[in-house]
Nanobody, 123 residues
Framework: QVQLVESGGGLVQAGGSLRLSCAAS????????MGWFRQAPGKEREFVAA????????SYADSVKGRFTISKDNAKNTVYLQMNSLKPEDTAVYYC????????????????WGQGTQVTVSS
């Protein structure tokens, strides 16, 4: 059973940085796409970034392009989301997710989800 556990959220001032981690277990992740999504209060869950584990293809939402970077550590089976130049509008619960679909962008395409980690950016 695939399990995803996020960590690294917190409170940060605008302009600051955070690095989220997603520890993955229970699967052979070389065939998976790993994604980050976020959900703010009263809003739908939205795509942030995705990464195909083996082919190293990445994609970012326009709202985070140039500020966020998705990466991985093969030895630790961990995916990271480095978030720089954070803005108050980045405040949300951030979720890690996994799917066998290549470079998927919609939440409905993902089969496995972590519990989420809160990111709050103060102005």
């Amino acid at each position: 059973q695939v399990q995803l556990v996020e960590s690294g959220g917190g409170l940060v001032q605008a302009g600051g940085s955070l690095r989220l981690s997603c520890a993955a277990s229970g699967g052979t992740f070389s065939s998976y796409t790993m994604g980050w999504f976020r959900q703010a209060p009263g809003k739908e869950r939205e795509f942030v970034a995705a990464f195909t584990w083996s082919a190293r293809r990445t994609s970012y939402a326009d709202s985070v392009k140039g500020r966020f970077t998705i990466s991985k550590d093969n030895a630790k089976n961990t995916v990271y989301l480095q978030m720089n130049s954070l803005k108050p509008e980045d405040t949300a619960v951030y979720y890690c997710a996994a799917t066998r679909v290549v470079l998927a962008f919609t939440p409905q395409t993902y089969d496995y989800w972590g519990q989420g980690t809160q990111v709050t950016v103060s102005s």
